[in-house]
């Protein structure tokens, strides 16, 4: 099992310690099932070297790799490069390939390649740093602004949220400047958002949905999930941030999410598992707003507790991830 740590490794790539704090329950929880299931458990710490990787599997040639890693030497879109190496070593391995993470964690080109298959996104636009700051007059406020390559809403905050020229200019700018990165703007979309989870590979298996409810922030004010809604217990108590299963939609759009969620994720060639975020209008459209490949697989996050709501116990989900990543074609 591969994944991240938050700098270079031990030499005896001993992580007891860390397996025991809230930070690292995802790993936990999944070394934990794969022991219950039986299987032999070798665990490889990543950071910004890769070496380790490659001794490992030569000198342990693994069945299968789990692989989750979510960055390289702190680049987030350095994981295609972990899976590029493995593919390279002719190793299975759990989720995406380089070509589906490429795709997913670069949001504009996901945007366009969505697009192009008619599926619903927010008009968009992308601003390089050192370029010329200038709103698009097909953009209309209010807008919403994050960074272009990041995931877990690293770079999200009340600020994203822009409605006048001056503060737009100012947060793409602080895109530029602090995440030294394209800044992506797109339009604001108002209505339930939801989280769908998806489990497979040719044959698609689609969850029961998640939604984000904030049931203390006023219905005058935007709705959206900053770094501290997702991250921060105290901030989520006070504006009453809760994540549920979504009450059914209306008007058949249940199945029309289903299908549009499977479309998405072949369009983008997800593998083995992923999780799509869309919002549903008051008029009952549905926007997809971006799609995350390899989700968290903490029992407690969304696409665990999806899976459980299907009756697909923890030890299980994670069995058939593996038995995707063995039956993968590449």
Not at 51 to 58: L, P, S, V
Not at 104 to 117: D, F, S, V
Not at 154 to 161: C, E, L, P, T
Request: charged share 30%; aromatic share 10%; net charge negative.
């Amino acid at each position: 099992m591969l994944f991240d740590t938050a700098g270079t490794p031990p030499q005896d790539q001993d992580f007891s310690k860390e397996l025991k704090t809230d930070d690292w329950a995802a790993e936990a929880h999944v070394i934990g099932a794969l022991k219950k299931l039986g299987h032999e458990v070798r665990t490889i710490g990543v950071w910004d070297e890769p070496g380790a990787i490659i001794d490992e599997i030569k000198a342990n040639a693994p069945d299968v790799v789990f692989n989750l890693t979510e960055h390289f030497n702190e680049v987030s879109a350095y994981d295609r490069n972990v899976a590029g190496l493995l593919e390279m070593m002719e190793v299975p391995y759990t989720g995406s390939s380089p070509t589906g993470l490429t795709l997913c964690k670069n949001k504009g080109m996901a945007k366009e390649l969505l697009a192009y298959h008619k599926i619903r996104v927010p008009n968009f636009a992308i601003f390089s740093p050192g370029a010329a700051i200038r709103r698009p007059k097909r953009l209309r406020f209010p807008l919403f602004i994050k960074p272009l390559k990041e995931e877990g809403s690293v770079g999200i905050s009340q600020g994203s949220f822009v409605e006048t020229e001056d503060a737009f200019e100012e947060r793409v700018r602080f895109i530029h400047e602090r995440l030294n990165q394209e800044a992506l703007a797109e339009e604001y979309i108002d209505g339930r958002e939801l989280y769908v989870s998806i489990l497979g590979n040719d044959r698609l298996r689609v969850f029961p949905y998640r939604e984000v409810i904030f049931a203390e922030v006023p219905d005058d004010q935007p709705k959206f999930a900053t770094f501290k809604a997702k991250w921060d217990d105290a901030y989520r108590e006070r504006w009453g941030i809760r994540n549920v299963f979504a009450e059914s939609l209306p008007n058949g759009a249940n199945q029309r999410v289903a299908n549009i969620c499977r479309a998405v994720y072949r369009a983008l060639r997800i593998r083995g598992y992923g999780r799509i975020d869309l919002r549903v209008t008051s008029e009952g459209e549905i926007v997809i707003l971006e799609a995350n490949p390899n989700p968290n697989l903490d029992r407690d996050d969304e696409f665990a507790q999806s899976a459980m709501k299907a009756g697909l116990n923890y030890p299980r989900m994670i069995q058939r991830i593996l038995t995707l990543a063995l039956t993968a074609k590449h």
